[in-house]
T-cell receptor
Framework: NAGVMQNPRHLVRRRGQEARLRCSPM?????VYWYRQLPEEGLKFMVY????????ESGMPKERFSAEFPKEGPSILRIQQVVRGDSAAYFC????????????????FGPGTRLTVT | AQTVTQSQPEMSVQEAETVTLSCTYD???????LFWYKQPPSRQMILVIR??????QNATENRFSVNFQKAAKSFSLKISDSQLGGAAMYFC???????????FGPGTRLSVLP
């Protein structure tokens, strides 16, 4: 019963390169959330997706960042032309859905991807 | 917009003793969920305990219990019998019944002293 999986765990990119972070939700989960954690800070919401749909991207920077969750395969968070300020830990979480009840309320987190921009 | 505040950036506790971590939040909703997550040095986010706002009874989970004061919008975490392996960042989080994402507090770094 695999949990949320993220890869790579560590990613080093030079300024101007592209970063692709992958997230496979927990089995049976169709809701994926991406969060960013800067050093010594809490997690900040970026985007919420269901299969083939972006539901809420209010926390995502308008430029250079994009996310998708295709019908088949993992969710991808893509950062184009990375800058040093993008260095952070990026966490993916999944849930069974919205609303009341265990399946709707809890989010299960992956181990995170630590992005370092040199 | 909802906000979550943790007023203690750092706390320490002696092994086997009890410690309480504070959390307050701001919301106009009446139906929501509150969570405490633990993040050890491995950086994995681990769910510690969950509280539904419509339940008056405080949640408990082994050595962890909460003091949920809905009127005061307070949600503190009590850790009993602190263990050396328990050193971690502890995050309080809020989620309403209609929204999707969590709102996290800034965290409290807990050290357990021998």
């Amino acid at each position: 019963n695999a949990g949320v999986m993220q890869n790579p765990r560590h990613l080093v990119r030079r300024r101007g390169q592209e970063a692709r972070l992958r997230c496979s939700p927990m089995k049976g989960h169709s809701h994926v959330y991406w969060y960013r954690q800067l050093p010594e800070e809490g997690l900040k919401f970026m985007v919420y997706l269901q299969k083939e749909n972006i539901i809420d991207e209010s926390g995502m920077p308008k430029e250079r960042f994009s996310a998708e969750f295709p019908k088949e395969g993992p969710s991808i968070l893509r950062i184009q032309q990375v800058v040093r300020g993008d260095s952070a830990a990026y966490f993916c979480a999944s849930s069974g859905g919205r609303g009341r009840g265990t399946s709707g309320s809890e989010q299960y987190f992956g181990p995170g991807t630590r992005l370092t921009v040199t | 917009a909802q906000t979550v505040t943790q007023s203690q950036p750092e706390m320490s506790v002696q092994e086997a003793e009890t410690v309480t971590l504070s959390c307050t939040y701001d919301t106009s909703e009446s139906d929501y969920y509150l969570f405490w997550y633990k993040q050890p040095p491995s950086r994995q986010m681990i769910l510690v305990i969950r509280q539904e706002a419509y339940k008056q009874q405080n949640a408990t989970e082994n050595r962890f219990s909460v003091n949920f004061q809905k009127a005061a919008k307070s949600f503190s975490l009590k850790i009993s019998d602190s263990q050396l392996g328990g050193a971690a960042m502890y995050f309080c989080a809020y989620r309403d019944n209609y929204g999707q994402n969590f709102v996290f507090g800034p965290g409290t770094r807990l050290s357990v002293l021998p």
